[in-house]
Structures are given as C-alpha cells and as structure tokens.
C-alpha cells in the first residue's frame, strides 16, 4: 500500500519578500496559479488516496497549511522545531508504519515542479515496485541538462541483478555516491561524465526499512523516534516529540542515511522536474514578453530588459533604464536586487532577523 | 512698497512618484523637514508682509495649496490651465499693480532651495532698489559652481552708469542675452569664461513695468491681461480668465520679454541657492552615510552604494548588489531606475498618463 510523506519544511527565505516563515515557497503559486502544496496534492490524487497522505511542516506554518491542504488534522503533522530531512522523515515513517507495518512511503517535496503527470506516477510507482521487491532505498534522479550548481549530485553505475523490466529500459541504476553542490567547473564534468543525475530529495522505501536504516546509521535519531513511538496514542505525545526534537542533531537523510547505505537504486525521473532556487530560476522558468521580462501585476517600465517585475494589484511598480533586475512587491515589502545576486537574497533576510522591530518582515 | 508673487507651477513629473499633478514638488519635503513652499513663505516673513504675497498655482493644486500656506483665499491665485511663467507672471503684475500702482514684485519660484536667508533677503533688497530706481527688469543670476546642463544661462557684461553702492561691490551686471539649458561643452566653456550666471528664475521690478515690457514684446498677452483687468470685481472674472487663458501661447518671461528688453540687470544671487531638478540631484544635495547611500524611512540594503533609498513607515524596502540606484516608494507607487536617468522620469509619467485605469498614479 503506498503511503505520501509531504515534506514541507521551507523557511521562505530564498523567494521573499513573496515567501515568509509562515508563507514559505510551497504556499506560493510560483509555476502556476494554484499554491505549489495544492499542485503537489492534486498530482497524487489519482494514485495515493488523501486518507494516505501526511504533510510534515513546522509549526509556524500549520494554520496556513491547514487551508489550502483539506486534509485531516491529524495527518498534518506539525514539528516543533526544524532538524531537517532525516528527522522529519524518521518521524512520518514511525507514523506510516503505525498504519501500516508494511506500507511504502513516498517522500516528496511539497515545493518542486512536476511538468509531466503521467510520467510521474509511471516513475513512482516504478520506484515502489523496486522499493517492495529489493527492499531498497530508492531515490529519483534528474537528468541534468546544464551544469547546475544549485542541486547537489547523485553518481551512478548500471543496476546489477535486478530482475525488472525497468532494467531493460535503463531507467534504474545503483548508487555509488551523493554529491554536494558542486563548483561550475565540476558541475561541467558531471555533465559530460553522464553517470551523475540531480539529486531531487524525493525518496522511495517502505517505512520500516528507511527505520532500519536510520537504526543503523542514526541511532540518536532512532531511539528519539522510538521514544516518539511509544507514546503516539498518549496525551504526553506533543510533549515528548518536543523534548525528543531539542535532543536532536540537525541533519539531512542524504547525508545522515543515503551516502552510507548499501541497498540505494537511483531512477531516472524524466518527468520536467524544476525545484526554482531562486527569483533568477523563476525568470528562467517561465514566459518573457519581447523584451526579455516576466511581468506581473500593475507596472510599468521603460528601457528594461531580462527583469522579473512583480507589482501587486493596488501598488504601481515603474522601472526605467535597468536589466537583469529583480523588483518584487509585497503589500508590506519590496525587494530590488539583480539577478546574479538572488541566491544571496537570504542574506537581506538574515539581515532583518537582526533589526530590531523588523521581525514581521521575516 | 514690497510684494511678491510666488510661482507654483509644477506639474509633478521630476519627482515621481513622491510628487503628483496635486502635489508636485513645492508641496513636497524635499530639503528640510517643511514643505518647500512653506519654506519660501517662512523666509520672506522678515520682510514682505504675508498680506503683499501671492501664490499662482494651477487650479488642480489650489486644495492642497490653501492647507499649507494659510494665506486668505483672495491670495492664491489659480490658473485655469498652463500657460507658463510670461502669463503667470503678467497676471500677478496686474494683481499687485490694482492692489498699489507703483508696488514693486518679487517673483519667486515655490521650489527652490535657499541656504543663507539673511543674504537672500539683502539681494533682494538691492535688486528692489535698482528696480525702482532705474525702472529695470531685475534678474537674480547664480555663479555656476559646475558646468551644469540642466540651468538656463544669462550672459553679463559688467553694469555701467549705475551710480549705485552695489556696482562698486560688483555685484550688479547688465544681461547681454538669455542662453537655453546648454551641452555640457558649452556649459564648461560658460563656467571657464566667468561672464555667464545661472537663470534662477527669480525677478524684481515694477508690477507697471514688467506690464509695460509685457505690452510692448508680448502684445498678445496683454491685451489679455487687459480683458482681465477690467473684470476683476466682477463676477464674471473666472470665467473672463479662462476664456483669455484658452486664447494664450504658452511663453516664458525669459524667452517672452527678458531676452529682448533693453533695461535688464543681474544681480549675483550668493545666497546658496539649489534648484533640485531630478532625484539624481536630491542625492547630491543630502548627506550620504559611509556607503555613499541617502536613505530614509524603513529600508535594509546589502552590498549598495550611491543610492538613493526612501522607504516609506510601514513598507520595508530592501535593496542587494545595486549601486548608483535610486528607488523610491510611496503609498501607492514604487520607481526604480538608476541614477543617470533619473532625468527621463517624466518619460515614465508620460508613459503613465496613457495607460488606461493609471490616472491616478499621476
């Protein structure tokens, strides 16, 4: 039976002043009109039923959450503190195997563009086949198709000795290593090498051998979750995940689990995957209008060229004699940056977590 | 006996978005904590009593006007349309001439920037002197500090015959002719040559001999002045003012009558005037901090230089990477552009005003 972990962890830094602690990316509609979260349910609705998916946040981020998603409260699943991936995921699959001893859980991040449905499941559900027979850690990978430095890398080598019709359409391969974010000129060999996809954090495996592996290669974060287990059906739960969280190293399963583990198949997601970084990624993603530009809302503009300008309905944003600009309004903030420097737009953001008076910006 | 006409003719354009068709520039705060208009009135209080000055503004600005300057009614005189400085100020002249047939007028614009009120005040002390005394048009002229291209020029030769204390302070010079905003080669060949004064728009002279000069180069004009003239207490005066200005060219009094009339003097204006005629100025004008940037209202910015940043209260404005940049916020508006064009604002008002449903914006 397969079972949805939704990982909805984003801080909202890189896409502000849009994105907020309360209203990070996921919430937003960067691709298309609906909120990122709502296009990641809607692409599930025709094989994981709603009863079957949890979304795992933090709790700043619940209420907003709580109405655009539509689903049960309690498979909502609000931590009290971010310990990143390996943690949140250890913790939905305690509850998954809770369910179901036997479920397999996808584990998806709720703020990714997904082009192509069909494609999507059709590799889902290859994934979980894989991950039922093999007992297998299996994650899916993105074919590069520039040298990226933003997304960390996966290399790969042939499966070996799995007897599956996805072999024969060599779309499965087995993991040799996981790859930080690479410098331009290595991101460039991968390219050329063709033995290493993009790394795009969604995971496939049944929950009790992702808690096997986190046994193995995390038993601080085991033990912690097994503490968590024993009182899931007590009043005492929000408590002890509380004290259990604050224990905890903050860690990634990628590092924490993927790198170590033996049993680890890569499929090929060739389903137009994007996971915009950045407002220069969301200038790249979507149409321009002759001039090079990605407009939006009330604004008006004069010699500017390759810009992303995004006006709000009442505000008019009037932008003359600049290129590869960034102007976004909020109803209470505005951004202006050029596009070479949005990946250091969480900078600005540190910088107002220290102004004094500034803290509803964040 | 003193008066003066204040000219308040802006039109809004250069400081957008802060200033608008109904609340241009003179209503603004542009140098000091008051708005620039209150400023002129504050610094004639010394010596022109507030019931021998006059306001001539357009009518669209008369409401905003009437809260800030606290002068009767009868005093702010609106001007059904444009028809620039020769009819404003032949319209004064006709005021003020009712009011005391040989009242001398000092014609001031609402927008300028004046340092030194003491000495300002002893100019225009001398220049209504030599107005009277010699029955001259008086002209204030600045000594150029840089080969600005954005005055009007007036070429000097030194006054003769004038048996006046100032001509030994060498203070008062005959006007040989009238120069347009010049190119920047010109304008250096002005600096270089020491016979050639900024035009600060700012006259003295007989309200009767400003008319006279009117009559004999601006015919046209004042057989207008005299329709209105003769209609003054009547209750038909609006409508006989509109109909005249409908009838008028749109002239300057430099272009109109200064550059053809023979008794013209200038007077060295030392009084540490600025005409601020573009954001671009505004930042040269105000101290800067240690990164070069003039900021006000709430902002954070990163890795920016030479800009100019004014924010509003509520909204924050965060700038990252940009230098030499001006942005500017306001309740309903934001401009983004940089320095060096910051002359071409008016091209995004013009820009504004033919887009349907922005009228508002203007």
Redesign the interface.
């Given at each position: 039976m397969l079972y949805c972990l939704i990982i909805a962890g984003g801080k909202g830094k890189r896409f502000?002043?849009k994105s907020r602690i309360k209203n990070p990316k996921q919430m937003l509609s960067v691709a298309t009109r609906k909120t990122m979260i709502e296009d990641t349910l809607e692409r599930l609705k025709p094989f994981i039923d709603k009863k079957r998916i949890f979304v795992i946040t933090n709790k700043e981020q619940v209420p907003t959450l709580k109405k655009l998603v539509l689903l049960e409260r309690k498979k909502i699943i609000a931590e009290p503190l971010s310990r990143n991936t390996a943690t949140a995921i250890g913790l939905g699959a305690v509850l998954i195997k809770k369910e179901n001893p036997d479920g397999i859980m996808v584990c998806l991040p709720a703020d990714h563009i997904i082009r192509k449905k069909t494609k999507f499941r059709k590799v889902l559900s290859l994934a979980a086949s894989i991950a039922r027979k093999e007992n297998a850690l299996v994650t899916i990978g993105i074919k590069p198709s520039y040298p990226a430095t933003g997304y960390g890398y996966i290399k790969v080598q042939r499966a070996k000795g799995i007897g599956h019709r996805a072999k024969r359409e060599k779309k499965v391969f087995q993991v040799e290593r996981f790859v930080e974010k690479p410098k331009k000129e290595d991101a460039e060999k991968f390219l050329r090498s063709g033995n290493y996809f993009w790394n795009s954090g969604i995971f496939v495996w049944r929950a009790s051998v992702i808690l096997e592996a986190i046994k193995e290669h995390l038993p601080q974060l085991y033990s912690g979750l097994m503490k968590i287990e024993d009182c899931l059906k007590t009043k005492q739960r929000k408590e002890v995940i509380k004290e259990v969280y604050k224990g905890l190293k903050s860690i990634s399963i990628d590092y924490g689990v993927m790198e170590k583990a033996r049993n680890v198949f890569l499929i090929e997601g060739d389903f137009g995957w994007t996971d915009l970084g950045s407002w220069r990624a969301f200038w790249e993603f979507h149409k321009k209008d002759e001039k090079g530009n990605v407009c939006r809302g009330?604004s008006?503009h004069?010699?500017t060229y390759n810009s992303v300008i995004i006006?709000d309905k009442?505000?008019?944003?009037?932008?003359?004699?600049?290129s590869n600009?960034v102007?976004i309004?909020t109803k209470?903030?505005?951004?202006?940056?050029?596009q070479?420097?949005t990946q250091?737009?969480k900078?600005?953001v540190k910088?107002?977590s220290k102004?004094r008076g500034?803290k509803k910006?964040l």
């Open positions: 502000w002043p009330k008006v004069i010699d006006g009442e505000r008019l944003t009037a932008v003359l004699g600049l600009l102007v309004q209470d903030a505005t951004l202006v940056c050029p070479d420097r250091d737009v900078l600005l910088e107002i102004r500034m910006f």
